[in-house]
Structures are given as C-alpha cells and as structure tokens.
C-alpha cells in the first residue's frame, strides 16, 4: 500500500506562483510513473502533467505547457509541480497519483491517489 500526501497549496494573486509537493510512503515510489492531476466542482479531473519514474520524461496538458514543471526527487521519496503565471483559470483541487509501472502514460490507470491540496488563485 502507498500513501500520497499533497502540500503547497494556498492562496495566491493571479500571476504568482507556488510549488506543490507529494511525499510517498512506501518502497515502490522510485519505480511509478507519476501525475498531477486537478479538480474543480463541477468539472471532470483534468490531468496537468506526468512524470516517468525516472524522471527523464514528461507531459503537460496544454492548458498548463510553459508555466507548469514536474519534477521528482527519488531519494526524498517526493514528486513536485512548481506552478508560474498562475492564473484564475488554474484555481482548483489539486492530486498527485501513481501508477503501477515506471513509463508514464495517459491511458494507463493511476492506481494510488493523494487526499488533494486546494490551490485559490485570485484575480
């Protein structure tokens, strides 16, 4: 079993930044693919970026490609998404998520959720 647990989150002006963290319990981090996923009432859970368990590739959703960077650091255990221009638009839920092999890829399940940081963008 892993356990994700998202922080960073907060309140912030549109155009500000912050950097979300996902500390993994476990020995199984190293060797999962990762995402960041967000949420708004609403609204489907859009998936915002993806990370190999390596770390040498990524993804981005076009709504966040050139503001958004994931990141991981294996030895720590944690995945991170440095969030900049934060606008509005980005105000929502924010999970990180694993999935059970090392290659990221949208269409395969994320099998492991964290319990979600809010990120409130104001304008």
């Known amino acids: 079993q892993v356990q994700l647990v998202e922080s960073g989150g907060g309140l912030v002006q549109a155009g500000g930044s912050l950097r979300l963290s996902c500390v993994a319990s476990?020995?199984?981090?190293?060797?999962?693919?990762m995402g960041w996923f967000r949420q708004v009432p609403g609204k489907e859970r859009e998936l915002v970026a993806g990370?190999?368990?390596?770390?040498?590739?990524?993804y981005y959703a076009d709504s966040v490609k050139g503001r958004f960077i994931i990141s991981r650091d294996n030895a720590k255990n944690t995945g991170y998404l440095q969030m900049d221009s934060l606008t509005s638009e980005d105000t929502a839920v924010y999970y990180c998520?694993?999935?059970?092999?090392?290659?990221?890829?949208?269409?395969?399940?994320?099998?492991?959720w964290g319990q979600g940081t809010q990120v409130t963008v104001s304008s």
């Open positions: 476990g020995r199984t981090f190293s060797r999962s693919a």
């Open positions: 998520a694993t999935q059970t092999t090392p290659w990221f890829s949208r269409s395969d399940p994320f099998q492991y």
């Open positions: 990370i190999r368990s390596g770390g040498s590739g990524t």
